[in-house]
Structure formats: structure tokens, C-alpha cells
């Protein structure tokens, strides 16, 4: 029992208000066109149909405009385009972004150079400004990339409920049922979850690939919806197989992974498209921003099942109904996701 209450008073900590995938970072783009001058795209997480966030970039002050800023709302984000002067160029100058330190709100910037290099970083709440680099380092767009990656998986509520049942039908109070149906060892289960864990890998790449290169296009609010009611099948899963109803999620949990990974990987694609990547640049950030996804996937894992070792160590009497806890609150906080999405349709 305090197993399962550990495991969800860390969702409820994490998941005030019922959101997930708040994350959605600002974008700013220079392109170099020639040696003093940059063309500038600055697109902004929107508030709503008509606010945006008040984040404001400033050059240094040598810098000029030569065309004034053309900006424009849609799809929830405030766009502006223009072209700005800098004497002597942007190596070795300071950008900034005003207002960021008052928000929860991150930045990507990308500067392309005349020469076809490249210097991509990720500005924050906490360090606003970036210093220009006269020569861009390999490093930085890994760094970047996978610790966006990290950041979406850990702050998508959603698709880690969808593991934590997975790991629950495989590992957790009710497998005990599935083990004497099924006549399992503890190795065979453990087994079953690497499967699964890469049956859902598997699948949600294969989508965040396709979505990300733009050959796959479906709109986020039925996705991030359908995910949602994905969460509340596997939660009655759960429930089924504690009550004996072996079905096939109990007796081959990876099929279910795999076919829902697919729906949860174009989730993973909006972490991509609301940052406004270039085409040129998408392959890159596609793999650094997959490798960060994975590890936090498995950072999850491995502090679930650390909490599930450590609680075998600390035996309590708990009727049989609190086994029931589990799924019926992963269920309840799903179907809630499932309400909310479609009314927003």
C-alpha cells in the first residue's frame, strides 16, 4: 500500500492543474545572409487567440533594424520576422531576451553563419542571454537537444502514467494475479517489461520521425486526446487482470505498447514542431531529441522500480480492495485528460 501511495503522491505533485506537454519553448532563428547582416525569426508560445508571452529579443546596441518586425498569431504562437544590421557582425556579441527570467518558458536559438556552421542553444528562465561564438562547437546541439528531450518526457504527464501502468501490469501489485495465471517467475516478468518498454519505443519513434519530417500529419488535439483515453484502457487492464480477466494486454503487454506507442510518438512530435525547427536542421535535432526522450524514459523506470524494491522491504498488512487504488486513480486522471481534450475541440 504506501508503495502505491508513494508512487502517486508523486503524479499528484507533478500534475496540479491536470496539464501536460506545458513546455513549449520560444524559437529564434538568425540567418547570416551577408557579413553584417541577419534575418530574423522570433515565434513565441501563444496565451490563448490574441496574448502572447512578453519575451522580447534585444541585440547589441551596435545592431539596427533594416526592415521593421512583421508579426502575425496562429495556431497559438505570435510569429515576427525581420532583417537586422550588426556592425562587424555577432561573434563574439550578447544576445538577450527580455522578459524570460519572469517566465517558465525556455529558448531555442539557432544561428546559421554565412559558411554553412551552425551555433544552436538553449536559453532559460535562469541564463537569458547567449554569448555569440566565433566558431560553433559539435557539442552544444547535443547538449541542447537532449536536455529538451529529457525536460518533455519528465514534464508529459500523460504518456508516464502510460509506462507506470505498463510497469504495473508486468511488475506491480497486480501481476500477482497474472504470475498464478500465467505461472511466471519474477525474471520472466522483469522479461515481459524490457519488452514492452521497447515494444513503445520502437513504435513512438517510427511516429515522431514521420511527424517530425512532416510525411505524417494529424492534429495535436485528437492526438494528445486519443492518448489520454489510451491511458484509461490500460488503467481498466489493470483492473481486469487483479480480478482474474486475463486478456491479451495481461498475456502480452508489448502488442499493447506497440500499438499505442505509435499514437504517444506524434505526442512527442508537437515537443518538436512547437519550437518551429528548420527543415535543414530537423535530422539532428530528431536524434538528440530522441536519446533525451529515452533517457528519461528510463530515468522513470528506474525510480519506479527503485520504489518498488525498496517497498518489498517494508511489508504492511493491506486489504485486498487497495490494490484497486493504483488503477482506478491512473484511470480517473486519464478520463479527466479525456473530458478536458475533446471539449476543447
Known amino acids: 500500500m504506501r508503495r502505491v501511495l508513494c508512487i502517486l503522491a508523486l503524479f499528484a505533485a507533478s500534475a496540479t492543474g491536470g496539464f501536460a506537454h506545458e513546455i513549449r519553448p520560444a524559437y529564434l532563428e538568425l540567418r547570416q545572409t551577408a557579413p553584417e547582416t541577419y534575418d530574423v525569426l522570433w515565434k513565441v508560445p501563444g496565451q490563448g487567440e490574441t496574448l502572447r508571452f512578453g519575451l522580447y529579443v534585444e541585440f547589441p ?74 566558431a560553433p562547437r559539435q557539442s552544444e546541439v547535443a547538449r541542447t537537444y537532449i536536455v529538451l528531450g529529457v525536460e518533455h518526457i519528465l514534464s ?58 512532416g510525411y505524417v500529419h494529424i492534429p495535436q488535439r485528437p492526438v494528445e486526446a486519443s492518448i489520454a ?61 530522441s536519446i533525451g526522450v529515452e533517457l528519461g524514459h528510463f530515468l522513470f523506470i528506474g525510480a519506479v522500480l527503485s520504489l518498488f524494491a525498496l517497498a518489498r522491504r517494508v511489508r504492511l498488512p493491506t486489504p485486498q480492495w487497495s490494490k484497486l487504488i493504483p488503477p482506478y486513480a491512473i484511470g480517473a486522471m486519464a478520463m479527466f485528460w479525456v473530458i478536458q481534450r475533446i471539449a476543447d475541440f
Open 156 to 213: 508529459g504527464i500523460d504518456h508516464l502514467l502510460f509506462v507506470l501502468a505498463l510497469i504495473f501490469i508486468c511488475l506491480g501489485p497486480g501481476a500477482t494475479a497474472r504470475t498464478e495465471v500465467l505461472r511466471l517467475s519474477l525474471d520472466t516478468r522483469h522479461w515481459t517489461l524490457l519488452k514492452t518498454v521497447t515494444a513503445f519505443t520502437i513504435s513512438h519513434s517510427i511516429t515522431l520521425t514521420l511527424a517530425t519530417l
Open 229 to 289: 483515453l489510451s491511458i484509461v484502457f490500460v488503467a481498466a487492464e489493470i483492473v481486469h487482470g487483479q480480478r482474474g480477466r486475463m486478456g491479451l494486454t495481461s498475456r502480452a503487454p508489448w502488442i499493447v505498447a506497440l500499438t499505442f506507442g505509435l499514437m504517444h510518438g506524434l505526442g512527442f512530435a508537437s515537443g518538436l514542431s512547437d519550437a518551429g525547427l528548420p527543415d535543414g536542421h530537423i535530422p539532428t535535432a530528431l536524434l538528440f531529441f
Open 61 to 134: 546596441v551596435a545592431c539596427t533594424n533594416l526592415t521593421p518586425p512583421r508579426g502575425s498569431m496562429l495556431n497559438n504562437a505570435y510569429t515576427e520576422r525581420w532583417t537586422v544590421q550588426c556592425p562587424g557582425g555577432l561573434s563574439g556579441g550578447t544576445i538577450h531576451i527580455a522578459g524570460l527570467s519572469g517566465t517558465v518558458v525556455d529558448v531555442l536559438v539557432r544561428l546559421e553563419r554565412l559558411d554553412g556552421t551552425a551555433q544552436v542553444t538553449r536559453l532559460t528562465p535562469s541564463a537569458p542571454s547567449l554569448l555569440v561564438e566565433a
